[in-house]
T-cell receptor
Framework: KQEVTQIPAALSVPEGENLVLNCSFT??????LQWFRQDPGKGLTSLLL?????REQTSGRLNASLDKSSGRSTLYIAASQPGDSATYLC??????????FGKGTRLSVIA | GAGVSQSPSNKVTEKGKDVELRCDPI?????LYWYRQSLGQGLEFLIY????????KSGLPSDRFSAERTGGSVSTLTIQRTQQEDSAVYLC?????????????FGQGTRLTVV
């Protein structure tokens, strides 16, 4: 059974810092890995999708990497801003299976 | 529509009543997922529809929960004889294909409160 772990559970950084969020999964037979952002009381917003054949994806200040063989992904946020404060969720998907989520990392960026 | 739409956005119901939650996926998306998120908890998988295949119901917590997807589009999640522990945010998502190589998009959720 696929299990996804996110470390740390919570993170507080001063504005402007670069930071890394970690995601690990137990079964490397995945089709894709997706990073989401969730603001309090809101739904999930998709940030980046990495397909199993890819090593990384970039969108603006966000860069996500995938090492499928070791079961790891990182989300790198450059030059963090207070508006980046949210919970970041990692999810993996195998073939014809639902997304399996980690419990998330709650990020606070302090101005 | 432009995104996944869920209704109602909020629902307060009395213990023992039945409720129906609706999800309108993105047009043309063949895969549809239901999850729930209790306060301060992660996302719990409930049910997964993939095209015309039999749905994956392995996440439904009890036989009080059921879901259907009509015409391969709109989905309804029904909770019978609601209990206080059913209080949570119910989230729906859709993706273009069931093969897992496409992005999933989520609705804003339905916040269910059982009193």
């Amino acid at each position: 059974k696929q299990e996804v772990t996110q470390i740390p559970a919570a993170l507080s950084v001063p504005e402007g810092e670069n930071l890394v969020l970690n995601c690990s999964f137990t079964d490397s037979a995945i089709y894709n890995l997706q990073w989401f952002r969730q603001d309090p009381g809101k739904g999930l917003t998709s940030l980046l999708l990495i397909q199993s054949s890819q090593r990384e994806q970039t969108s603006g200040r966000l860069n996500a990497s995938l090492d499928k063989s070791s079961g790891r992904s990182t989300l790198y946020i450059a030059a963090s801003q207070p508006g980046d404060s949210a919970t970041y969720l990692c999810a993996v998907q195998g073939g014809n299976t639902p997304l399996v989520f980690g419990k998330g990392t709650r990020l606070s960026v302090i101005a | 529509g432009a995104g996944v739409s869920q209704s109602p956005s909020n629902k307060v119901t009395e213990k023992g009543k039945d409720v129906e939650l609706r999800c309108d996926p993105i047009s043309g998306h063949t895969a549809l997922y239901w999850y729930r998120q209790s306060l301060g908890q992660g996302l719990e998988f409930l049910i997964y529809f993939q095209g015309n295949s039999a749905p994956d119901k392995s996440g439904l917590p009890s036989d009080r929960f059921s879901a259907e997807r009509t015409g391969g589009s709109v989905s309804t999640l029904t909770i019978q004889r609601t209990q206080q522990e059913d209080s949570a945010v119910y989230l729906c998502a859709s993706s273009a294909r069931a093969t897992g190589d496409t992005e999933a998009f989520f609705g804003q959720g339905t916040r269910l409160t059982v009193v």
